[in-house]
């Protein structure tokens, strides 16, 4: 089993408390960071740790942090982004749930990092009980010292107001974020310029997922040289993965970036195999906005080498033949599953959270998923299969923001893998709309 | 000032300019189109994603092409820059695209619609355009509404473009009407029936790109083509008081703004000017408004324009295009 750095102590009982939280350990790495190290040498450890942002993008989190405009007259902010909606994905929220202080602490480094005095986390509308949760976490840490002002000595002052999102995945899109916590309707922004330029009311900003300043904390405690020696190459250190789908144990988990796809899927100690013996189909590496994997690409890549659970094997093959580590919600379809309905579900899922701002996002997503719907329900066509490669190939990087994309990618992704699903449900209209939605035997007619 | 080139013809514009203004400044076919973008309104355009263009050399200093279509409208010209509009493929690809998005939903009602005649998306989809649909569902609904004794809403008609939000925050004092919903579930509405009547509201019938917002007070009176257009002005205590009236004999039937050739008016005028003087008395009438001649308005008056002597048989014209 691999090193555990965010979930060590996750199954102490109390460790959602302050007092129990700090007995293992808890708040020294915010300690070691305010009194013995200076702000940039914070952002020096991060670096060299290689910390990518896990919200999905995987940029490098101390090179963001040293994009801020520091010759701004206005206030630096630091933003959390606990927006955490991406279908497949729930590890923020676990995390959150479980051990909050966790995060609380890495929103302390990390914003003396920076030279922020006022933090925000922005939590998605429907975690309404996390938000209770952390606004304990955020009274203790108060009560104990670790907030405020003149935090432990240190001189060093912050403020944490947690801030509840109305329900909309847009809001995780990190500009419509800031729109929505300013106040506004959540309307993603044109960029540049950048939140690290202009960002929450016009100063400069960074927005960071909830793993991604967790970790933070392990940086410090464990230090960069042998954070940066786990994992593989440029995706190194660990990273929480939710998994989902027809496995035997669904979950969240811990694992050392670059362990196998297989051992992942088949390993005991993470999803034990697929459900009712059942042979594998697909697997969406990274969430819901990424491109699909069949069967023949999910252990191995194009060349035949070993996919491993890293940003760069997953995406390995471009497009074509490879997907996307994303947020890390592994979704997994067996046998059975349907990839026509499971990709309608995802289209209407993007048609319900298009902020509606640009035109081919908002036409096309309601486009494709009305298709869709169609095709799902036996009233599909030949040549719709090749209409939604055109509308998605239209909407895909002609969008303000990159939900457009990740409208687009699934849909173009399955139809490229698995279009004889696509025309058996065209052809046979009478089987979709009558019986399940077919198994991988149904199909081979 | 700095250089860039678009469509191979090079301009110098000061530094801070757009690709879209630098366009404008050049002229000509290369300009590309826009529905959502408005000069005269801050923090318009990125929206509609109609002037799309293609950054292929990004600056003399970095003259990495740009990975994506940039909106020209708003993507700031860097020295050196070198843009395709017409010129590029895959732009007018992605043109045409944002057309077919842009009308799917659109209820293609010009033949009732008081904007025929001078509606940017008609003029739009005339150019760039593709005869025929590739959309075979239902398309989206809602009621007509009336915001207001002196505008009428046409929600199917709307494209989102956010002008008229844009015109409500910064000409009046109190918007109360903005973007509700989200996705093609979103609408322009009022929130529960306030009215839209604070003065200079009725600047969003000019700056609504298509028939969503149109004049109560000139509603089916005439089709635009038939009224002469003519500059006028008066003294006005609220307003520049500088209009076109637009005329059928001696009578005025509606009052606008001075729209330019991009459909963006000079000055947005008052609701008195706009709505209440519709006397000939009311105005002193400097001449004939000049009309680009492609416009259908501009056909009746000021060009002598031959009749077609032979209407070609139905076959032998264009072929709709299948898809
Ligand atoms: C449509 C959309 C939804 C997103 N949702 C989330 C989200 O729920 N949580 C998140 O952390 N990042 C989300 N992101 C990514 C953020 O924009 C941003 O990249 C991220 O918060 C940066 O944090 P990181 O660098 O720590 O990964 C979303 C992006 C898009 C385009
Ligand atoms: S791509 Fe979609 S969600 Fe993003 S700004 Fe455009 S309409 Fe809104
Ligand atoms: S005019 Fe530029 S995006 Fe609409």
Redesign the pocket.
């Given at each position: 089993m691999g090193r555990k750095i965010l979930l060590e102590h996750i199954d102490v009982p109390g460790i959602n408390t302050f007092d129990v939280y700090r007995a293992h350990g808890g708040y020294k790495a915010a300690e070691k960071a305010l009194k013995e190290m200076s702000a940039a040498q914070v952002v020096e450890e991060v670096k060299s740790a290689g910390l990518?942002?896990?919200?999905?993008?995987?940029?490098p989190?101390g090179m963001?942090w040293s994009f801020l405009d520091k010759k701004s007259a206005n206030p630096t902010y630091l933003v959390c982004?606990?927006?955490?909606?991406?279908p497949g994905?729930f590890k923020?929220r676990y995390l959150m749930e479980h051990i909050p202080h966790m995060l609380i602490e890495g929103v302390i480094i990390s914003s003396y990092a920076i030279g922020c005095n006022t933090a925000y986390i922005y939590v998605?509308g429907e975690f309404k009980y996390i938000i209770g949760i952390l606004n304990k976490a955020i009274r203790e840490a108060h009560a104990n010292g670790f907030l405020g002002n003149n935090i432990q000595g240190s001189g060093f002052n912050l403020e944490i107001h947690v801030h509840s999102g109305a329900g909309a995945?847009?809001c995780?899109?990190?500009?419509?974020?800031l729109e929505s916590l300013e106040g506004k309707r959540g309307n993603?922004r044109l960029k540049p310029p950048f939140p690290a330029v202009k960002g929450l009311y016009e100063s400069p900003t960074v927005?960071?997922?909830?793993?991604?300043?967790a970790t933070v904390v392990g940086i410090i405690n464990i230090g960069a040289a042998t954070y940066a020696g786990i994992g593989v190459g440029k995706s190194s250190g660990t990273k929480l993965i939710s998994a989902c789908g027809n496995i035997n144990k669904p979950g969240v988990y811990e694992i050392e970036l670059g362990i196998p796809v297989e051992e992942f899927i088949y390993s005991d100690v993470y999803c034990g195999g697929i459900k009712d013996g059942k042979k594998l189909k697909a697997v969406i590496p990274g969430g819901s906005?990424v491109p699909i994997l069949p069967q023949n690409l999910v252990c191995k890549t194009a060349n035949g080498d070993v996919r491993l659970m890293s940003y760069e094997s997953l995406a390995d093959g471009g497009f074509q033949t490879g997907s996307m580590l994303g947020?890390g919600g592994f979704i997994v379809l067996d046998e059975d599953a349907c990839v026509v309905r499971h990709t309608y579900t995802l289209a209407r899922f993007y048609r319900h959270?298009s902020c509606g701002q640009c035109s081919p996002c908002r036409e096309g997503t309601g486009w494709m998923e009305k298709v869709l719907y169609r095709i799902e329900n036996g009233e599909g066509r030949m040549h719709d299969i090749d209409l939604l490669v055109n509308i998605s190939k239209n909407i895909e990087g002609n969008t303000i923001?990159?939900?457009g994309d990740?409208a687009a990618w699934p849909v173009a992704a399955a139809i490229r893998h698995f279009r004889h699903e696509f025309e058996f449900h065209v052809k046979h209209p009478e089987i979709v709309k009558n019986i399940d939605h077919g198994s991988l035997e149904k199909f081979n007619i | 000032m700095i250089k860039i080139t678009i469509d191979n013809i090079t301009a110098e514009v000061p530094e801070g300019t757009t690709i879209l203004q630098a366009a404008r400044q050049i002229g000509g076919d290369i300009v590309p189109p826009t529905m959502c973008y408005y000069s005269k309104l801050k923090g318009t355009g990125g929206k509609c994603r109609t002037c799309l263009v293609k950054v292929v050399k990004g600056s003399e200093a970095d003259p990495r092409p740009m990975p994506k279509l940039v909106a020209s409208c708003s993507t700031l010209a860097q020295d050196g820059m070198v843009v395709e509009n017409t010129l590029s493929q895959e732009v007018m690809d992605a043109r045409k695209a944002i057309v077919e998005f842009l009308l799917i939903n659109h209820p293609l009602d010009c033949p009732v619609c008081d904007q025929a005649g001078e509606c940017d998306l008609q003029n739009l989809s005339y150019k760039h355009g593709v005869e025929g649909t590739r959309y075979e569902e239902d398309r989206r609904e809602f009621d007509v509404i009336d915001i207001g004794d002196k505008i009428k809403l046409h929600m199917n008609r709307c494209i989102l473009c956010y002008r008229c939000v844009y015109t409500m925050n910064q000409l009046t004092d109190n918007r109360n009407h903005g973007v509700l919903f989200r996705g093609d579930a979103a609408e322009i509405g009022t929130y529960i029936k306030n009215t839209i009547e604070q003065e200079f509201s009725g600047n969003i019938i000019d700056v609504c790109p298509v028939g969503a917002l149109t004049d109560r007070t000139f509603r089916f009176k005439s089709r635009v083509w038939f009224l002469k257009p003519m500059d006028a002005h008066r003294d006005c205590p609220h307003c520049a008081g500088k209009v076109t009236v637009w005329e059928f004999g001696n009578q005025i039937y509606r009052v606008t703004g001075r729209k330019n050739e991009f459909g963006e008016v000079d000055d947005f005028i008052c609701n008195e000017c706009r709505f209440e003087k519709k006397d000939i008395h009311d105005w002193v009438i400097e001449g004939p408004r000049k009309i680009t001649p492609r416009s259908v308005i501009s056909q009746n008056h000021y060009r002598n324009t031959k009749k077609q002597s032979i209407i070609l048989p139905l076959d032998e014209k264009t072929e709709p295009q299948q898809q």
């Open positions: 990518r942002g896990r919200g999905g993008a995987g940029f989190t963001k982004n606990a927006d955490e909606s991406e994905t923020d998605r995945y847009i995780g899109e990190e500009t419509a974020l993603p927005v960071n997922n909830v793993e991604t300043l906005s947020s959270e923001c990159p939900l990740a | -």
